[in-house]
């Protein structure tokens, strides 16, 4: 058997991390077993699904390198063979027409309450032997309902939660076609599932009621039923589910806010799944050791500070040449351009191993491409009447030496010695000069990076006002 997995979202809204990760394992499943991975829009939801949306899945599944073997096909181009297959079941006697109207509907849904009975389709016009049927309303179009089993049990062994077992006698008739003929997202899920070939549904465990009535669909068709896995749900770090309130939730949220996609795809790897104390893996070693033994069946909880942590990793680890185009854009965005006067990933070099995200980097070093502006408290908490005299006796020293960082520190600490002072006290207020905070890497190293120019253009900028 040739494995078979899909992906199968709805655009009514953007990739989450929960869809994100149960594209993931879908893949990863495929990918382990020189399979076959699906893309498939399900877009029979015309009134909440857009193009917008579509754009935005397939480029977070570009962005995290989830390729597709085939798609992605799109529901609302395959109604024919949808209606087609309801005209089958219809013949064959596995579906009738339903003619119930939504006021008599929503009569017997009370009815059932009031009684304190589950609210359920009670076959009215379901057809049995020997049974009459009402006559036939001429004003009312009719669904077409599905005519499920009425004994026996749904028996499937899911690959998360063990064997499920659900009584026909606890599902009613499903509609699988609307009054205006347009098919239901059950009754479409099953025919691709079908006419795709999946052999592994990997889908998350809010659909397991959806489960016992496809696989009756299935086996109505005389299809082959496939495996299934259901993903328990993704807490937020509050231990509730995970929604927008959240946070980021969609995957390009996560780009946009300085994630690399190879530390999204390793903190979903790990969401509900495990090998053994393995924390840092690539995705080729994923698909490796991928299997539905090791994902628990519990709920798994998001933890920012994890997925943080990864990404610090994996900008230390990412070649600099890589993260300096993604940088450079992120400060054009904010208006910042960048030049070939300072050596971008000389100062990315600097700075990353201080960042758990891109815009932290790129937040961080836009000083060195746009001069900065000083806060008055930092001048004067810094730039006081006793340090101003050896900061210009500093300045004077450093327009003719030799612009390296061994020099600068040699004439920065000959400064300190000579005034009889400790290093933070010249340090601390020519970072203030040069960077406009007083939080960076070692002072001369971003002296040697911003350059001797433009590095007494900002002394000489501060102090000709301050002295």
Not at 316 to 339: C, F, N, P, T, Y
């Amino acid at each position: 058997m040739t494995v078979r997995t899909r992906f199968a979202p709805s655009p009514t809204g953007f990739l989450h991390i929960g869809g994100a990760r149960t594209a993931l394992f879908s893949w990863a499943y495929a990918r382990k077993h020189a399979g076959s991975f699906i893309l498939r829009i399900e877009d029979t939801d015309v009134a909440r699904s857009t193009p917008e949306a579509v754009q935005a899945i397939l480029d977070g599944m570009r962005w995290l390198g989830l390729d597709w073997d085939e798609g992605p096909f799109y529901q609302m181009q395959r109604m024919d063979r949808y209606k087609a297959v309801i005209g089958k079941l219809l013949n064959e006697g596995h579906a009738y027409h339903c003619y119930c109207s939504r006021e008599e509907l929503d009569a017997l849904r009370e009815q059932q309450m009031r009684e304190g009975k589950k609210p359920r389709y009670d076959g009215r016009w379901r057809p049995e032997p020997g049974k009459v049927l009402p006559a036939i309303p001429a004003d009312i179009p009719p669904v077409v309902r599905f005519k499920n089993p009425r004994a026996g049990n749904v028996v499937w062994n899911d690959l998360v939660k063990g064997e499920i077992s659900i009584a026909n006698e606890e599902l009613d008739d499903l509609i699988i076609a609307r009054a205006d003929g347009t098919p239901t997202y059950n009754f479409c899920v099953v025919v691709d599932d079908w006419d795709m070939g999946i052999t592994h549904v990997i889908r998350g465990d809010d659909h397991v009621n959806n489960t016992p009535r496809q696989i009756n669909l299935l086996q109505a068709l005389g299809a082959t039923i496939p495996q299934y896995a259901h993903l328990s749900m993704i807490l937020g770090d509050d231990g509730q589910k995970l929604s927008k309130r959240h946070g980021a939730v969609s995957v390009m949220q996560y780009h946009e806010d300085g994630y690399l996609p190879e530390a999204v795809l390793n903190y979903l790897a790990r969401l509900g799944w495990s090998h053994g104390d393995d924390e840092i893996f690539t995705m080729s070693q994923f698909c490796e050791w991928f299997g539905f033994d090791h994902i628990t069946p519990s709920a798994a909880q998001f933890n920012t500070e994890k997925l943080n942590w990864l990404n610090a990793h994996y900008i230390k680890q990412a070649e600099l040449g890589h993260l300096a185009v993604d940088i450079a854009k992120r400060l054009a965005d904010a208006g910042i351009q960048v030049s070939d006067r300072v050596d971008l990933q000389g100062v990315i070099a600097l700075y990353r191993d201080r960042a758990s995200t891109l815009n932290q980097i790129a937040g961080s070093i836009a000083y060195f491409y746009r001069k900065p502006n000083i806060e008055a408290s930092l001048l004067e908490k810094y730039l006081t009447p006793e340090i101003l005299p050896v900061l210009t006796a500093l300045f004077e020293e450093l327009k003719d030496i030799e612009w390296t960082r061994e020099k600068l520190h040699e004439v920065i600490q000959r400064a300190v010695t000579q005034n009889a002072l400790k290093f933070p006290k010249v340090a601390m207020p020519l970072r203030v000069m040069l960077t406009g905070s007083d939080q960076s890497p070692s002072i001369d190293a971003v002296m040697v990076l911003l350059g001797q120019e433009e590095s007494l253009a900002r002394m000489r900028s501060v102090l000709q006002v301050n002295v």
